[in-house]
């Protein structure tokens, strides 16, 4: 992708990229450390945003915060770097909604269901809180401004004439808009997830290398 970046800038714009880079190995090894740790999780039952619920809560509404701010870095280290080309201005906008829904899913919280944390009745909650209500919200709103995002980028590539970037970001943002399974929610979302901080890392890391 083609970028240049005032000389003044480069040195921070370089540390704002590496903080979005480094959002999505961050967001999964906490999550996932908490995943086997805790008694009761259970992923094919369990989304990982529910993690936030129980005595220690607070690990993954900071995970979800520290990720979030992460993805703002990104989105301010590429509009500082992309100064050219398609997207130039609205790929960091897509960028930073999805990082503010970020931080949105962890200071609002899932309801606690399903058996988790161990002592919650299973099955679902019978009426959703208004912070569950706003999480679910954040979160539909974060994927898909991703998903617009990847299909920006997309764009960008194959003006470009990059195949392979080009097809990696319309394969994301396909994932991304996939409808959501009941039956493999859990397992759908943090696919999904995964898929899209993948994406914020390979988008940061090319940022880096060419700023």
């Known amino acids: 992708m083609t970028t240049t970046v005032v000389p003044g800038t480069r040195r921070s714009s370089e540390r704002l990229l590496l903080a979005g880079a480094l959002a999505g190995p961050v967001f999964f090894a906490s999550s996932i450390t908490q995943m086997l740790a805790r008694e009761g999780f259970d992923i094919t039952r369990h989304p990982l945003s529910q993690l936030a619920n129980g005595g220690l809560g607070w690990l993954q509404v900071l995970t979800f915060v520290l990720a979030g701010l992460g993805v703002l870095a990104l989105a301010v280290g590429a509009r500082r770097t992309l100064l050219e080309g398609v997207g130039r201005r609205v790929l960091p906008i897509f960028i930073g909604v999805f990082g503010a829904g970020l931080v949105a899913s962890g200071l609002f919280t899932m309801d606690p269901e399903n058996g988790f944390p161990v002592g919650i009745p299973e099955g679902p909650v019978a ?3 208004w912070h569950s209500i706003a ?14 995002a990847a299909v920006v980028l997309a764009v960008r590539h194959a003006r470009g004439r990059r195949a392979r970037p080009a097809v990696l970001s319309a394969a ?30 390979v988008v940061a890391l090319s940022l880096r290398d060419t700023a």
């Open 135 to 148: 999480h679910s919200a954040a979160a539909a709103t974060a994927f898909t401004a991703l998903a617009a």
């Open 172 to 201: 994301t943002a396909l994932v991304l808009l996939l409808p959501v399974s009941p039956e493999l929610m859990s397992i759908q979302v943090a696919v999904n997830g995964l898929v899209a901080f993948t994406w914020t890392t």
């Open 127 to 129: 009426q959703m809180s």
